[in-house]
């Protein structure tokens, strides 16, 4: 963080330019520009704001603390056993650790609303029942939040949300079209801040900067890329599609 000489390393250190150009009263894409999401540059400013030294750190572990504790509930819907259930969350954060790098990523900070939505419609699939409002609203959000941050991270839902979707259909369940409507909503209560933010800030232009370097980017970004091949790239997109579907 700010109190180590190397703070500036890596992408740690440029998402925390970010903040502290938002705390210095600046805009993310107009003044300075990255291609990962608002959301990412909000929680840097809020972690220094509450202290240059350890307020990234505190949230880093509460953040965590939230995706463990769902990622435990997750297992008991299988019945894990109590012992067994802490042992797995070793497991993975000895894998979390090996990825980890300086931590602060935007993969890190998307953890706890991954891992909700994914206790949400695991329990839906596992134990039937029905979703409430609430907890559409919640999903939605969550899912805006990761938008906001690295939408590529949304991923992993997607094979979950088509099997939802799937079973809805497959027993004539028009209630589909409200559930949807519902996590609409709570994507909506995620962007209508964000725009507000950047239209406040830079009018029009702010807001179409955000979307460029939050999103369309992105697409420019993956066509320069290395050229892995035809049949390196058959394989390595052919698992990214396998990997949506259960």
């Given at each position: 963080?700010l109190?180590?000489?190397f703070?500036?390393?890596?992408?740690?250190?440029i998402?925390?330019?970010?903040?502290?150009?938002?705390?210095?009263?600046?805009?993310?894409?107009?003044?300075?520009?990255?291609?990962?999401?608002?959301?990412l540059?909000?929680i840097?400013?809020?972690?220094?704001?509450?202290?240059?030294?350890?307020?990234l750190?505190?949230?880093?572990?509460?953040?965590?603390t939230?995706?463990?504790?769902?990622m435990?509930?997750i297992?008991?819907?299988?019945n894990?056993?109590?012992?067994?259930?802490y042992?797995?969350?070793?497991?993975?954060l000895?894998?979390?650790?090996?990825?980890?790098e300086?931590g602060?990523?935007?993969?890190?900070?998307?953890?706890?609303y991954?891992?909700?939505?994914?206790?949400?419609?695991?329990?839906?699939?596992?134990?039937?029942g029905?979703?409430?409002?609430?907890?559409?609203?919640?999903?939605?959000?969550?899912?805006?939040?990761?938008?906001?941050?690295?939408?590529?991270?949304?991923?992993?839902?997607?094979?979950?949300?088509l099997?939802?979707?799937?079973?809805k259909?497959?027993?004539?369940?028009l209630s589909?079209?409200?559930?949807?409507?519902?996590?609409?909503?709570g994507?909506?209560?995620?962007c209508?801040?964000?725009?507000?933010?950047?239209?406040?800030?830079?009018?029009?232009?702010?807001i179409?900067?955000?979307?460029?370097?939050?999103?369309l980017?992105?697409?420019?970004y993956?066509?320069k890329s290395?050229?892995?091949?035809?049949?390196?790239?058959?394989?390595y997109?052919?698992?990214?599609?396998?990997?949506?579907?259960?």
């Open positions: 963080y109190n180590n000489p703070w500036w390393m890596g992408d740690s250190g998402f925390q330019e970010f903040g502290l150009l938002l705390l210095n009263g600046g805009t993310p894409y107009v003044d300075i520009f990255d291609h990962k999401g608002p959301v540059f909000f840097q400013a809020l972690g220094l704001w509450i202290s240059r030294t350890w307020g750190c505190l949230l880093q572990t509460i953040s965590l939230a995706a463990l504790f769902f435990k509930k297992m008991s819907l299988f894990v056993r109590e012992v067994v259930s042992l797995l969350l070793l497991l993975v000895f894998f979390l650790f090996s990825y980890y300086r602060n990523l935007c993969e890190e900070w998307c953890l706890p991954l891992c909700y939505t994914f206790y949400i419609f695991t329990r839906y699939i596992v134990k039937g029905r979703i409430s409002t609430g907890n559409y609203l919640i999903c939605g959000f969550c899912l805006g939040v990761i938008f906001f941050i690295r939408a590529n991270n949304a991923v992993p839902l997607m094979g979950l949300l099997y939802f979707l799937y079973d259909i497959k027993r004539k369940e589909v079209i409200t559930d949807i409507l519902k996590m609409i909503g994507f909506i209560i995620v209508i801040p964000i725009l507000l933010f950047y239209y406040n800030k830079a009018g029009v232009t702010g179409e900067e955000m979307i460029y370097g939050t999103f980017f992105n697409f420019d993956v066509t290395i050229d892995l091949g035809t049949w390196k790239s058959i394989v997109y052919s698992s990214i599609v396998a990997f949506s579907f259960p």
